[in-house]
Antibody, heavy 117, light 107 residues
Framework: EVQLVESGGGLVQPGGSLRLSCAAS????????MSWVRQAPGKGLEWVAN????????YYVDSVKGRFTISRDNAKNSLYLQMTCLRAEDTAVYYC??????????WGQGTLVTVSS | DIQMTQSPSTLSASVGDRVTITCRAS??????LAWYQQKPGKAPKLLIY???SLESGVPSRFSGSGSGTEFTLTISSLQPDDFATYYC?????????FGQGTKVEIK
């Protein structure tokens, strides 16, 4: 069974940093593009970033470029999102999803990031 | 950036109804379009990919059509489990973009 389990969310002050993790199991993690998708409270879905299988290509939505960094560790079947200079508008549930160069076929349960003083 | 526009934003329907949701892209995306279903408090679920291909395990009452800039998701006979929000998403180019969502409510 495919499982994606996010962790690392929480309350952080504006300007602060947070690192999200996603533990993958049940599929060959190293064979898939991986992505982060977020959803602000009561709003729609927004793609944030994705990373190629070997980490050689990374893409970001403009609003997070220079502040967020996506990375992966194929030996640990894990995906990460390092978030810095956080803003109130970054408040959202962050989902880890497989795909990105293809549709997002598997999703985690999400982790809530709240940016507030 | 490619803008995805769904209509309607909200749809009221009854069990057994045929339901159609439209998604328009601001420029051609060929057939690189996916549809997702999301229920409150849950992660989205992939229903359709490449505009008309049904994801494994998804009931056959769901179907997708279209290419270029105009796409539709059809539910042939609405079931109680189908009341949810539906999103289209293009994967033709970066940034990947979603429609704003269509909420299917009980009439």
């Amino acid at each position: 069974e495919v499982q994606l389990v996010e962790s690392g969310g929480g309350l952080v002050q504006p300007g602060g940093s947070l690192r999200l993790s996603c533990a993958a199991s049940g599929f060959t993690f190293s064979s898939y593009w991986m992505s982060w998708v977020r959803q602000a409270p009561g709003k729609g879905l927004e793609w944030v970033a994705n990373i190629k299988q070997d980490g050689s290509e990374k893409y970001y939505v403009d609003s997070v470029k220079g502040r967020f960094t996506i990375s992966r560790d194929n030996a640990k079947n894990s995906l990460y999102l390092q978030m810095t200079c956080l803003r109130a508008e970054d408040t959202a549930v962050y989902y880890c999803a497989s795909g990105g160069n293809t549709p997002f076929d598997y999703w985690g349960q999400g982790t809530l990031v709240t940016v507030s003083s | 950036d490619i803008q995805m526009t769904q209509s309607p934003s909200t749809l009221s329907a009854s069990v057994g109804d045929r339901v159609t949701i439209t998604c328009r892209a601001s420029q051609s995306i060929s057939s690189w379009l996916a549809w997702y279903q999301q229920k409150p408090g849950k992660a989205p679920k992939l229903l359709i990919y490449k505009a008309s291909s049904l994801e494994s395990g998804v009931p056959s009452r769901f179907s997708g059509s279209g290419s270029g800039t105009e796409f539709t998701l059809t539910i042939s006979s609405l079931q109680p489990d189908d009341f949810a929000t539906y999103y289209c998403q293009q994967y033709n180019s970066f940034p990947r973009t979603f429609g704003q969502g269509t909420k299917v409510e009980i009439k």
